[in-house]
Nanobody, 118 residues
Framework: QMQLVESGGGLVQAGDSLRLSCAAS????????MGWFRQPPGEERESVAI???????GYADSVKGRFALSRDNAKNTVYLQMNSLKPEDTAVYYC????????????WGQGTQVTVSS
């Protein structure tokens, strides 16, 4: 079992930056794939950034060059640095964890709201 708690969301202006944090419980954090997802108002949830057991990271085309995922395995925390924010980045942001050997995002946080005004 793993619990995820996001923080760091808020209301910002276009062009600003935010850093989201996701604190995870559990002793095997480093072996989990970790991801950030978002759900804009009235839309489906979409993948933003994925860390594959810390070995590589993938990004959605819409955030490449602006967002950066990092993880601190010693603190059981994954971060999403978001720069040059745009109004279309407005969404509820979730972190998720995929256990080793699984293909399912099994654990999800409660989400944190990011609102970008123009």
């Amino acid at each position: 079992q793993m619990q995820l708690v996001e923080s760091g969301g808020g209301l910002v202006q276009a062009g600003d930056s935010l850093r989201l944090s996701c604190a995870a419980s559990g002793r095997t954090f480093s072996s989990y794939n970790m991801g950030w997802f978002r759900q804009p108002p009235g839309e489906e949830r979409e993948s933003v950034a994925i860390s594959w057991s810390g070995s590589s990271t993938g990004y959605a085309d819409s955030v490449k060059g602006r967002f950066a995922l990092s993880r601190d395995n010693a603190k059981n925390t994954v971060y999403l640095q978001m720069n040059s924010l745009k109004p279309e980045d407005t969404a509820v942001y979730y972190c998720a964890a995929m256990p080793p050997g699984s293909s399912t995002w099994l654990y999800w946080g409660q989400g944190t709201q990011v609102t970008v005004s123009s």
